[in-house]
């Protein structure tokens, strides 16, 4: 039944060398295939790197437009000791996280009443299914008009997306809970709250945190846009800035950092995820 | 003295009745506003501390009965009656198992098993005892820890056999709770519940598609008619116990399964014209 580590031997064949053997060579052979898949990852991102800092200084590419990968890592030596980098990533991440809380929890709350409560899922549902699919961007000079320039506009737009996320995951999890475990709930005397709480919540997580990553993803590229126009500090502006100056390396620097923001905020969600919803993560093991 | 618990008792007094239906009669209706007529009419009683199985062809309604008896469906007419006492604490006097196990994939083992007892506000310290010491009896000590998803079926059928006995039930309704297994690990479940009835005589009933396992884990076998589901035999199996799975062999077996077969098989292709 349990599945044998990486190097005990199969119960039982243990003066069998010729078994023995095998299972080593099978290991070693399963070892050597995902290093090389792993060295191939790594290798192909730096070789890339490496080709455009060759192309840019033998000018096969313009330095101006492309600039090359060392001057961009000089430019983010400089933006971090003069403060202006870690100040716009702080600006940006604060805006996204105060968004995207407000609208995680109120998108889950939302979704999984609607699923419970059918009355307030037939007035709603529909009406959130057609305001998602405005770009949440486009409501950004909407909000400028009624909140002015200040925070308050850019951390809803954050709001917005990352609540029809989860409001449109949590329902639907609800919505296809499998209707065996509601039964078999029901059937161990789980009434209205109790099966809210031990059976429909505990069973909607992997979809909810499914919205998570998805609202964390919408959520960086609509707070970066929200900068571009409407901001005066952070990643967004930071970008938006240095092209409006001409200043290339500063751009992939912002650029380069909002990535490395959404792949560390994305990496976040998924530690969450494997504490909050351990036995989902074992399935696919 | 078990003998006297045995076949016996099918033809028991009303009184003795753990569970009872009267002329119930069950429709169900579609989203599209369509009706079925699920069960027409039903007389069925089952002394306490009896085994029931019951069989019919699929759509006859032999797991909307269960669901009656269980208290997870109201009859649209007629009367069912439960003479079953409610447990100190809140603790339901009836337990399911499930086809599909149906065990919840977010708890542990030991947590799935302790369920019922915690939604009785059982403490946790007990519930987890009590879990434990059916896990144990069902062969499962050692996986308390793991999830459903990591276990075999046959594991996990008798994890929801764990979390039918550990509320110690006065009944367990059974719907094709070996459906899903392997003929070999079925087997060896049967006998698994042999062994278990034979030692707490709960009553029980149990929906099955098999002939020979209604049999031989059945003091009666009531036979469903096609949809809308009647019921159309009803046979006592006097069968000696304790039975082993070898006790389904043998002249009388033989003769008891054709019997069965021969009330059934009309039902079978019905259901089949119907489909």
């Given at each position: 039944?349990?599945?044998?580590g ?7 064949t ?22 090389i ?37 000089r ?6 000791s003069?403060g ?29 009443l ?66 065996r ?105 | 003295?078990?003998l ?126 009590r ?15 793991s ?11 008798r994890?929801s ?6 509320t ?5 309704l ?15 479940l ?5 062994k ?15 002939l ?64």
């Amino acid at each position: 039944m349990t599945p044998l580590g990486t190097t005990e031997a199969i119960e039982g064949t243990e003066g069998d060398g010729a078994v023995v053997a095998a299972v080593a060579l099978l290991r070693s052979a399963e070892r050597r295939k995902r290093r090389i898949d792993l060295s191939l990852a790594v290798a192909t991102p730096l070789s890339l790197l490496a080709l455009w800092q060759v192309a840019a200084d033998l000018h096969w590419v313009d330095p101006r437009i492309f600039t090359p990968p060392l001057q961009i890592a000089r430019s983010a030596g400089q933006l971090i000791s003069s403060g202006t980098l870690p100040s716009d990533l702080v600006a940006t991440l604060a805006r996204l996280a105060v968004g995207f809380a407000i609208g995680a929890a109120g998108g889950t709350a939302v979704g999984l009443l609607l699923g419970v409560v059918r009355p307030l899922r037939a007035a709603l549902s529909p009406l959130f299914t057609a305001l998602y699919a405005i770009p949440q961007i486009a409501l950004l000079p909407l909000l400028l008009v009624i909140f002015g320039i200040g925070e308050t506009a850019k951390v809803l737009t954050v709001v917005a997306v990352t609540f029809f996320v989860l409001e449109i995951n949590a329902l639907s999890a609800v919505r296809h809970f499998d209707p065996r475990l509601v039964e078999a709930g029901r059937a161990y005397g789980a009434t209205r709250a109790k099966m809210f709480l031990h059976v429909l919540l505990p069973g909607s997580l992997p979809a909810i945190f499914t919205g998570l990553r998805v609202a964390i993803a919408l959520g960086l590229v609509v707070i970066t846009a929200t900068e571009f126009v409407a901001s005066n500090n952070g990643l967004g502006f930071l970008v938006w800035n240095s092209w409006q100056l001409f200043e290339p390396d500063q751009m992939y620097v912002g650029m380069a950092t909002i990535a490395l923001l959404g792949v560390a905020l994305t990496g976040v969600i998924v530690a969450m995820e494997r504490v909050a919803v351990p036995w989902a993560h074992r399935r696919h093991r | 003295m078990d003998l006297l618990q045995g076949p016996e008792r099918a033809s028991g007094s009303a009184e003795a009745a753990a569970l009872e239906v009267r002329r119930v009669s069950k429709a169900f209706v579609g989203r599209a506003g369509q009706a079925t007529l699920a069960l027409r009419d039903v007389d069925l009683s089952v002394e306490r501390g009896t085994f029931v199985s019951l069989i019919g062809p699929s759509g006859c309604g032999k797991s909307t009965l269960l669901r009656i008896f269980g208290g997870l469906e109201q009859p649209s007419s007629g009367e069912m009656r439960s003479a079953t006492e409610q447990q100190r604490g809140g603790l339901p006097s009836v337990a399911f198992v499930f086809q599909d196990y149906a065990l919840f994939p977010w708890l542990s083992v030991v947590d799935n098993v302790a369920f019922g007892l915690r939604m009785a506000g059982v403490g946790k310290r007990e519930r987890r005892d009590r879990a434990r010491t059916w896990l144990a009896r069902m062969g499962l000590a050692g996986f308390e820890r793991s999830y459903p998803e990591q276990l075999s079926g046959g594991m996990r059928q008798r994890l929801s056999l764990a979390r039918a006995f550990v509320t110690d039930p006065d009944v367990l309704l059974m719907d094709e709770p070996m459906a899903a297994l392997d003929a070999q690990t079925r087997l060896l479940l049967q006998e698994d519940l042999l062994k278990l009835w034979e030692e707490t005589r709960k009553t029980v009933v149990l929906v099955t598609h098999s002939l020979d396992e209604a049999l031989l884990l059945g003091d009666r076998v009531v036979v469903m008619t096609a949809r809308p589901g009647r019921i159309k035999l009803d046979l006592p199996v006097p069968l000696p116990r304790p039975r082993t799975t070898s006790s389904a062999t043998g002249v009388a077996f033989s003769r008891m399964k054709a019997d069965l077969w021969a009330a059934l098989r009309d039902e079978v292709e019905r259901s089949l014209e119907h489909s």
